[in-house]
């Protein structure tokens, strides 16, 4: 027997039968597009039922290809989400796209905009029943949400100074500490200077504003908004592999992000480097052009460089059409070692110091940079400027640091 209306269990006339009241279910669909800048975004997320999260009580990601997060709930619920950083348990304090349900079905429509939209919060307006589709269907209430820049700003945690030390690792050296503490206490410039190990000298980052945050969130500071929403063990990994390397001068282009690339920037967990120097060599992180026909413009890729990774692809394209030729196989396999033995040694010996130091440091889950592409530690592959992941970081370095309470 079901009922919209709780009651008493009670006994049956015949003694024989308990009757027992349940409410009816309802299902909730949230309805993600976020085309406007990334379509596969795997978006952090947990579900809030009347208050409580659903267990189990960690992040989830929004799947690629269904782009949809559904619960069955009782008539009466309330359901909301924490979106992003703010599924860390000691973060959410922000639930986002709250929803009463009621006699129907609900689907919330939540469409990403870019650009600063003003006023714009993260609720869900009034719904608009939708008849049936077919005979014997339930209607369904549909609401229509945004997820804008400042929408982000307000699911992104923004780290204190004390939880940025909380979060460093003990044995971390005091000068790092400090730098890092530093940013979340507030600084008046895009600038820090860590004295180097043994050599007297300093390390001196550019914290480089970026144009991203600014064009899409109403109002927003990158010494007060921005830096403090990247999660403080992004800059601890890359200053101690820098400072150990005696590295005296780096820049860093990109940190916590609304809308641009992949979750990681968007949930503070990344960093973006393209200037390395120290007292032997400068490195232009920079490898674009790998694939362009002509001549090469860029230093950091030679002419046969160019000229070997055109036959590779050949034979590469080769080895795909006749796959039951093992002799085409053997041929793209030498044309992609004599490749990469040229790719390898052009690069810059720093480097391929700081990425060797940057593999092997604790906190770093992922280096993407121009020369190889390691998406899971101990698995690397060269960076053949062919898949979007690939060309996107023909430019740069990219670490992502380890926060399985987020994103893993």
Request: aromatic share 4%; with cysteine; charged share 25%.
């Amino acid at each position: 027997m079901m009922s919209d209306q709780p009651h008493a269990c009670q006994l049956a006339a015949d003694a024989t039968t308990i009757i027992v009241p349940v409410c009816a279910q309802r299902t909730v669909c949230y309805q993600f597009d976020t085309s406007a800048t990334n379509p596969d975004l795997e978006l952090p997320y947990t579900v809030i039922v009347d208050g409580t999260v659903l267990s189990p009580d960690k992040p989830r990601r929004l799947n690629k290809a269904s782009r949809k997060i559904s619960v069955i709930v009782s008539a009466g619920s309330s359901v909301a989400l924490y979106l992003n950083s703010d599924v860390h348990p000691a973060h959410r304090r922000t639930p986002v796209y709250a929803v009463e349900v009621k006699e129907h079905d609900v689907v919330v429509n939540i469409t990403e905009k870019t650009g600063k939209t003003h006023n714009a919060k993260p609720v869900v307006g009034e719904a608009q029943t939708q008849a049936p589709n077919q005979p014997g269907s339930p209607p369904v209430d549909r609401y229509e949400a945004l997820l804008t820049g400042d929408i982000w700003m307000a699911i992104s945690h923004r780290y204190t100074e004390a939880e940025a030390n909380d979060l460093l690792p003990d044995d971390i050296e005091p000068a790092i500490r400090k730098a890092v503490c530093g940013i979340y206490r507030g600084l008046s410039a895009g600038k820090l200077d860590i004295p180097l190990m043994d050599e007297g000298g300093m390390l001196c980052v550019s914290l480089i504003k970026q144009e991203n945050p600014h064009n899409n969130i109403t109002s927003c500071s990158f010494l007060s908004d921005v830096l403090p929403r990247t999660h403080p063990l992004t800059f601890a990994a890359l200053f101690s592999v820098a400072r150990k390397a005696g590295i005296t001068e780096l820049h860093i282009t990109s940190f916590w992000r609304p809308s641009l690339g992949s979750i990681v920037h968007r949930a503070g967990l990344g960093l973006d480097v393209d200037f390395l120097t120290n007292t032997q060599q400068k490195v232009k992180i920079n490898r674009a052009g790998l694939n362009d026909k002509g001549p090469s413009h860029n230093p950091n890729v030679s002419d046969k460089e160019k000229a070997l990774h055109q036959q590779h692809q050949e034979k590469k394209a080769m080895a795909r059409q006749h796959k039951k030729d093992p002799g085409a196989t053997q041929a793209s396999d030498i044309a992609r070692v004599a490749w990469e033995k040229e790719l390898q040694a052009n690069e810059p010996s720093l480097m391929q110091q700081m990425r060797e130091s940057l593999a092997k440091h604790k906190l770093v889950r992922q280096i993407l940079d121009p020369w190889y592409i390691a998406l899971q530690p101990g698995a690397r592959h060269s960076n053949e400027q062919q898949s979007g992941e690939e060309k996107v970081h023909a430019n740069h370095l990219h670490i992502t640091v380890r926060e399985p309470k987020i994103y893993e």
